[in-house]
């Protein structure tokens, strides 16, 4: 059974920073795609950004520039940089993990996931 913890979550003004960190008790993390996902309230749960096992990286349109995803293998931990944090960005962020080729984009093919963390931005 693989375990993702978040962590990095709170209550945070427009315009700052957060970082999140995803730990996994996969050993094989470095043969797996990491995603982070984000759910707001009564909507879907939706992809934020993704990185392969071979380092392709995706993000959707509204977080590039300013958010950032990596990897660190060897900490077998996944990480999402948030940089000028807007109001539509608040939601409970999930870490996922996949087993596909590439960076899935859907939910329904990342089988591991985590409990979610907060993230709220405040004006």
């Known amino acids: 059974q693989v375990q993702l913890v978040e962590s990095g979550g709170g209550l945070v003004q427009a315009g700052d920073s957060v970082r999140l960190s995803c730990t996994v008790s996969?050993?094989?993390?470095?043969?797996?795609?990491m995603g982070w996902f984000r759910q707001a309230p009564g909507k879907e749960r939706n992809i934020v950004a993704g990185?392969?096992?071979?380092?392709?990286?995706y993000y959707i349109d509204s977080v590039k520039g300013r958010f950032t995803i990596s990897r660190d293998n060897a900490k077998i931990t996944l990480y999402l940089q948030m940089n000028s944090l807007k109001l539509e960005d608040t939601a409970v962020y999930y870490c996922?993990?996949?087993?596909?080729?590439?960076?899935?984009?859907?939910?329904?093919?990342?089988?591991?996931w985590g409990q979610g963390t907060q993230v709220t931005v405040s004006s």
């Open positions: 990185i392969s096992r071979f380092g392709l990286i």
């Open positions: 996922a993990a996949s087993r596909s080729l590439g960076v899935p984009t859907t939910p329904s093919q990342y089988a591991y």
């Open positions: 996969e050993r094989t993390f470095s043969s797996v795609t």
